[in-house]
């Protein structure tokens, strides 16, 4: 045979075999359930990108709602119906998504939850910091910066979250047993900086004293500290929040130009999420819940 010959004998078998060696790699389809658009979802969107680049096969799908529970309901729903191999979800509010998230684990989807819990333990696997422990915290440090004695304001997440309610429970177990601090006003301020800006102008109205705001994010945090800043009342009180992001406008950002107390650090972890599903998608032991570290965050 000649050496041409033999080249056009060669070539269509190493396609073949190219194609059937990269046939072998599985395609699994991700289905990802955010529930807001904001920094720190973008940061996590962006971590978790990042590492399925290195775990061949994974195909990631974002569907992305605001804050809208009926929603991200229709999201997981058309999700169910696309078959999808793998569901990762933060869900909006823990009661109505509970349903759900339960059927799509009965259909045999594994679901990863994030950050958010559901009201039941038909899930397969969840990974966040505790938000129980961040609360404690929070508390701890509050008691000692203002020597068990003062008037705070709380700014809570979005009523029914499950971040939102552990830190509250976390705080108050730590603040309860301090009968000086007290809680002048609480709110309700949905994890966004337009609704505490406006809580918090209620706050100044009905409070002549405060002397400390407590957010259960640095958005809220900020949007609380800009308000008070615009009345000339920012530098009585002390600011914390929780999330400490990098970067433009994150939590790090507002310590360093002294706007924020402190911060409390609540990892978005994408990449610690990718190495998981990849241990649920092949089989390899994992743990069915996960705790992402935490810090404080402060001048010191
Ligand atoms: C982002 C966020 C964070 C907060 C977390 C709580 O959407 O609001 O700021 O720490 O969700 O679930």
Not at 143 to 152: S, V
Not at 204 to 220: C, E, K, P, S, T
């Amino acid at each position: 045979m000649s050496k041409k010959n033999l080249y056009i004998f060669i070539i269509p078998f190493a396609f073949l075999f190219l194609l059937a060696c990269k046939n072998k790699t599985t395609t699994y389809t991700i289905g990802i359930s955010q529930c807001s658009i904001d920094n720190w979802r973008e940061k996590m969107n962006t971590e978790m990108r990042h590492e399925a680049l290195l775990h061949p096969g994974m195909k990631l799908i974002f569907k992305t709602v605001e804050d809208d529970t009926h929603e991200q309901i229709k999201d997981i729903e058309s999700f169910i119906e696309e078959k999808i191999d793998l569901l990762i979800v933060s869900p909006n509010e823990a009661a109505p998504l509970t349903p759900v998230i339960e059927k799509a684990y009965r259909n045999k989807i594994p679901v990863v939850l994030v950050d958010r819990k559901i009201l039941s333990d038909q899930y397969t696997a969840f990974i966040a910091a505790d938000n129980h422990q961040i609360g404690e915290e929070v508390g701890n440090y509050i008691a000692n910066l203002l020597k068990g004695k003062g008037k705070i304001v709380k700014l809570l997440g979005l009523k029914g979250s499950t971040s939102a309610s552990e830190r509250d429970q976390g705080f108050q177990s730590v603040i309860s047993k301090y009968p000086q601090i007290e809680t002048v006003y609480q709110a309700d301020a949905a994890w966004l900086k337009n609704k505490a800006e406006e809580k918090m102008a209620e706050a100044l109205h009905q409070q002549n004293q405060i002397d400390l705001v407590f957010a259960q994010n640095d958005r809220m945090a900020l949007g609380a500290y800009e308000v008070a800043e615009k009345e000339g009342r920012a530098d009585d009180i002390f600011f914390l929040g929780i999330d400490a992001l990098p970067g433009k406008d994150g939590g790090i950002e507002q310590i360093i130009n002294k706007k924020l107390k402190a911060t409390f650090i609540y990892p978005t972890g994408g990449d610690k999420i990718i190495q998981l599903v990849s241990k649920v998608l092949h089989d390899r032991p994992f743990q069915k819940n996960n705790t992402l570290y935490t810090a404080v965050i402060d001048q010191s």
